[in-house]
């Protein structure tokens, strides 16, 4: 298809597919923030989720499709940006580059090795079978998430590693959200300063809204 070979194309295949990840991303930190209101809160939730059946399994067959095409592009692009920039400048010039927009690549491979750690430690629970939710349901037999959650953040290691990994995700938002405005065109002279400000104010909300849950239950406020 010629529009997936135009580097253009495929740019914008970046742009759509990140932002459905963006909103899964907040719609997620959402209904983690339940784990606030108790066990009641995020129990129910995760029981919510979970009556939606075929309807959850289509978001999740959504999700995937778009982290494939992300990853995917995003590697294929900045191979090609390398292969054309050889090193041929004694010092590298970046106009308008900033430390997360140089890095955005390794921050989306961390983002990626963190979300299969994820998927493993809370989803299929094989990194903690002890503390699973689903083979521990709490007394109104909902799968309980909050003590799964609670236990896990207690270890300081399981705790440092998702602080990490959510500054990973932190600056990788600090760059893309302006970005994909960007290559969408939608900005000009006079909105661009108003998206660059929006998407680095909301890229800090959503990594602070993040790292909360840890380190609330790390200190002993929560549980
Ligand atoms: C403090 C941070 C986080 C907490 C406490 C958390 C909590 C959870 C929990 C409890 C589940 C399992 C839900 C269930 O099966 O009932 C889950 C699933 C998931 N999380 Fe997170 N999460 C966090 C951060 C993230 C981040 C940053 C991402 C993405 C970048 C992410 C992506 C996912 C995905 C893709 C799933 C699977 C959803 C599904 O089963 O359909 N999570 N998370």
Do not use: C
Not at 32 to 60: M, V
Not at 70 to 76: A, L, N
Not at 140 to 153: I, K, N
Not at 190 to 204: E, M, Y
């Amino acid at each position: 298809m010629h529009f997936l070979k135009s580097t253009v194309g495929r740019k914008l295949v970046m742009a759509v597919s990140g932002t459905v990840l963006l909103v899964f991303v907040v719609v997620h930190l959402l209904g983690n923030t339940t784990i606030y209101s108790g066990p009641d809160g995020i129990n129910a939730y995760a029981r919510a989720l979970r009556s939606l059946g075929p309807l959850l399994w289509a978001f999740r067959l959504i999700l995937v499709a778009m982290f494939i095409l992300h990853v995917f592009y995003g590697i294929q692009l900045t191979l090609e940006n390398r292969a054309a920039k050889p090193e041929a400048y004694a010092v590298r010039k970046h106009i308008e580059s900033t430390f997360s927009s140089i890095t955005m690549i390794w921050t989306g491979l961390l983002i990626g090795a963190f979300i299969v750690y994820h998927l493993l430690h809370f989803t299929f629970q094989v990194t903690n079978p002890g503390i699973s939710a689903s083979r521990h349901p709490d007394a109104l037999g909902r799968p309980d998430v909050f003590t799964m959650v609670l236990l896990s953040f207690r270890k300081f290691f399981v705790s440092l590693i998702y602080v990490g990994a959510l500054g990973a995700l932190g600056l990788h938002l600090l760059h893309s959200i302006e970005g994909s405005f960007q290559t969408v065109g939608l900005n000009s002279d006079r909105t661009f300063p108003v998206i660059r400000k929006g998407g680095r104010l909301a890229a800090l909300l959503i990594y602070f809204g993040y790292i909360s849950i840890p380190i609330v239950i790390l200190a002993g406020i929560l549980g």
